[in-house]
């Protein structure tokens, strides 16, 4: 997802699971990794390479500053603090806090207990020179500069994200289901397919459940 302002463009990457982890008995108290590093490219072609956020991390340390915790991106909607953030072998890995003293903040807190939301999406923007265009035709993301990191609610693989029904559509079409299917779907569940559409959304269902068991398996 893309947010245009007049200089430069807001780019939101998804990535894998929240974990949440006890701070020192700190309620509201949450952790994971914000961005993964190497990997295929995601969904806008682009891999994020180890010390890529080395630089903002500096500079938001020099200046005594975090990323701001939005939910789902809205700056209307904060829901609490990030408290501190590092690069390791793995990605970007950040510990915060909800505000549970406002109603986003325990809202969010409870729907990231009850797995309802397994996701945090990083808000960056590319700075010149930051974006290697590689030979097979994708990107490596070498520096950026982090704005943002938002819980959100997407699956647990970091390049499947549905924002809109036409998302789910699509995303249903690649998995096999016939277009008028996928539509259905998205307007009213898998309840809504005929008898004719079953047997290929039983295989989308099957492929889903398969791929959260291995996630589930790796965590």
Do not use: C
């Amino acid at each position: 997802m893309l947010l245009q302002t007049k200089q430069r463009t807001l780019e939101l990457r998804y990535a894998p699971p929240v974990v949440l982890r006890p701070q020192g008995g700190l309620d509201g108290a949450v952790s994971g990794y914000a961005s993964a590093f190497g990997g295929p490219p995601d969904s806008w072609g682009d891999i994020i390479a180890p010390g890529a956020f080395r630089r903002t991390i500096a500079e938001h340390k020099a200046g005594g500053t975090m990323p701001a915790m939005f939910w789902a991106h809205t700056q209307s909607d904060p829901a609490g603090r990030w408290i501190s953030m590092k690069e390791d072998a793995k990605g970007l890995y950040v510990e915060g806090v909800f505000n549970l003293e406002s109603s986003r903040g325990r809202d969010a807190n409870a729907h990231v207990k009850a797995g309802d939301v397994t996701g945090l999406s990083v808000g960056i923007y590319v700075p010149p020179g930051g974006r290697k265009q590689n030979a097979d035709g994708s990107f490596t993301l070498v520096d950026v500069d982090l704005v943002e990191i938002s819980p959100v609610a997407v699956p647990a693989n970091r390049r499947a994200r549905i924002d809109s029904k036409s998302e789910l559509v699509e995303l249903l079409q690649k998995a096999g289901l016939a277009k008028l299917a996928a539509v259905r779907v998205a307007a009213g569940g898998f309840n809504e397919l005929n008898r004719n559409d079953n047997e290929k959304a039983a295989a989308v269902v099957a492929r889903i459940q398969k791929a959260a068991a291995r996630l589930k398996g790796q965590q």
